[in-house]
C-alpha cells in the first residue's frame, strides 16, 4: 500500500501526521489480508488499526467488521467515527426500531464501511439470519476487538465469544484480526487457537504507561474519602466504579446532593437511559460517571480516575482495570516509587523521617499524604524495634532471676 495513502487518511479523518508504534503494521496486515494478533495499551491507538482500513479500497470488497463486547465502546466510538465522516454504524439492543432500519438501509445500499455488533447479535438467538445478511452485504475483514474475552484464561472470559471460531468456517477466505490492550502469552495462544487464526502477523506493543498512577488505600470512611479526592480535582471528569448496581445509584444520588454533576451508568438502566447519560457525560454536561464495569473503559477524548468503591475480588482484576482505562487524571509520584519509600521508610528509619518530613512539605496534597505514610512506616520500625529491645530486656531479667525463693519461716 502506498504510503501517502495512508498518511492521507489518517489525517484527514483523525487528524495526525504520524502513526503510533506497531500501527503502520498492524494496518498493512489488515489490506493484505493476513491474520493477526494485536496487543496494544489503551491510548496506543488500537481502534485506528481496524478503522483505517475500511476506508481503503481494497481486492476483497465488504464491510469490516467489528466485533465489540460493550454497548457503551461501540456507542463512542461510531459517534466519533461518524462525526469524523467515517461510514460507521453499530447494530445494537439500545437502537430503536427507526435507528435500525436506517442502519440495515445503509448496508443494503453499501453505504456503510465498518459495522460494529456484539458477539452476541453474531452467534446467539437469530445469529444464522444475521451471517446470511452479512453474507449478502459482503465482509472484507473480521475485527474481534477485547479479544482476551475470547479465552478461558483471559481476565474477562465470555462464553459467547468462545463461539467466534464458526466464522472461520462460515467466512473462508475472509482475514480475521484479534485486538486486546491486556494478554498474557497463554491468553494470547489461546486467542490464536481458538479463532483458528493461521500465520498470524503477531505485534505486540509496549505496557510501560508513565501517564498512570496506581493508588490503593484501605476503604475506611467512603465518603469522605470520594469527598477528599473530589476537592483535589474540582471541575475534572472521573468515573467512579461500583460492584453493585445500588451501590451506583446511591453514589450518585448523594453527589448530586452534594451540588457535583453525576449520573448513574449500569446494565440495570433502559437502553434509552444509559445512551442519555453516556452522551452527556461524554459532551461535559455532567463531570461524574457513577458505573459499574458495564460502562467501557477506554472511552476516547476524557480523562479518567478510576475508584474501586468496593473490595477488589483479585489484584488482578485490579490491574486490568487500570490498564483498560483510559487517561487517568490522578496525580502524584507514581505508584512504585511511592512503595519504594515507604518501604525504604520501614527498612531504614532514620531515613524514613527525613524523607517523610520533606515530602510533608509540598504544596501537593497526594504527596503530603505519601510522606505521612513515610513517616508512620519509619515510626512503625523504630516502635518494632523498641519493642523488641524491651522484650530481650525481659527475657535477660528472667534469666538472672533467682529460680528459688526463700520463704520466711519456711
Known amino acids: 500500500m502506498n504510503e501517502s495513502v ?3 487518511l489518517l489525517a484527514r479523518y483523525w487528524g495526525y501526521r504520524d502513526f503510533l508504534p506497531l500501527q503502520r503494521e498492524a494496518i498493512e496486515a489488515v489490506l493484505a489480508g493476513r491474520d493477526s494478533m494485536v ?3 489503551t491510548g496506543g491507538g488500537k481502534s485506528l488499526c481496524f478503522q483505517l482500513p475500511a476506508l481503503v479500497d481494497r481486492p476483497r470488497k465488504g464491510i469490516g467488521l467489528v466485533i465489540s463486547p460493550l454497548i457503551a465502546l461501540m456507542k463512542d466510538q461510531v459517534d466519533g467515527l461518524v462525526a469524523s465522516g467515517v461510514p460507521a454504524a453499530a447494530l445494537n439492543s439500545s437502537l430503536i426500531p427507526d435507528e435500525r432500519d436506517r442502519v440495515l438501509a445503509d448496508l443494503d445500499a453499501g453505504a456503510c464501511r465498518l459495522l460494529y455488533v456484539s458477539p452476541e447479535r453474531l452467534v446467539g438467538e ?9 453474507r449478502r452485504w459482503g465482509v472484507g475483514f473480521i475485527a474481534v476487538d477485547e479479544a482476551h474475552c475470547i479465552s478461558q484464561w483471559g481476565h474477562d472470559f465470555r462464553p459467547e465469544y468462545r463461539q467466534l471460531a464458526l466464522l472461520r468456517a462460515e467466512f473462508p477466505g475472509v482475514a480475521l484480526h484479534a485486538f486486546t490492550a491486556t494478554a498474557t502469552v497463554r491468553v494470547r495462544q489461546d486467542i490464536i487457537a481458538q479463532l483458528t487464526l493461521q500465520d498470524p502477523a503477531v505485534l505486540i506493543g509496549s505496557f510501560d504507561r508513565p501517564n498512570l498512577v496506581y493508588r490503593v488505600l484501605p476503604r475506611t470512611s467512603l465518603k469522605d474519602q470520594i469527598v477528599k479526592i473530589l476537592k483535589r480535582h474540582p471541575n475534572e471528569a472521573g468515573i467512579i466504579y461500583c460492584i453493585s448496581r445500588r451501590e451506583v445509584e446511591a453514589t450518585a444520588e448523594w453527589l448530586n446532593g452534594l451540588g457535583h454533576r453525576a449520573l448513574p451508568y449500569h446494565a440495570g438502566l433502559a437502553d434509552g437511559a444509559r445512551r442519555k447519560n453516556q452522551e452527556a457525560f461524554l459532551d461535559e ?11 467501557g473503559m477506554g472511552i476516547a477524548g476524557i480523562l479518567v480516575g478510576i475508584g474501586q468503591t468496593q473490595r477488589v475480588k483479585l489484584v488482578r482484576d485490579a490491574i486490568e482495570d487500570v490498564r483498560f482505562g483510559g487517561r487517568p487524571t490522578v496525580v502524584g509520584i507514581p505508584s512504585w516509587t511511592a512503595a ?3 518501604i525504604a521508610g520501614f527498612v531504614v528509619p532514620p531515613l524514613g523521617i527525613i524523607v517523610g518530613i520533606i515530602l ?5 496534597p497526594d ?3 505519601l510522606g505521612t505514610r513515610v513517616l508512620m512506616a519509619g515510626g512503625a520500625a523504630i516502635a518494632l524495634f523498641v519493642v523488641n529491645e524491651l522484650w530481650g530486656m525481659a527475657a535477660q531479667l528472667k534469666e538472672v532471676a533467682p529460680k528459688d525463693r ?4 519456711g
Open 6 to 8: 495512508l498518511c492521507d
Open 39 to 41: 496487543v496494544l495499551p
Open 126 to 134: 437469530g445469529g444464522d439470519r444475521f451471517r446470511t445478511q452479512l
Open 285 to 295: 454536561r455532567v463531570d461524574i460517571m457513577v458505573a459499574t464495569v458495564a460502562f
Open 340 to 342: 519504594g519509600l515507604i
Open 360 to 364: 510533608k512539605l509540598s504544596k501537593d
Open 367 to 369: 504527596t503530603r499524604d
Open 406 to 409: 526463700v520463704v520466711p519461716g
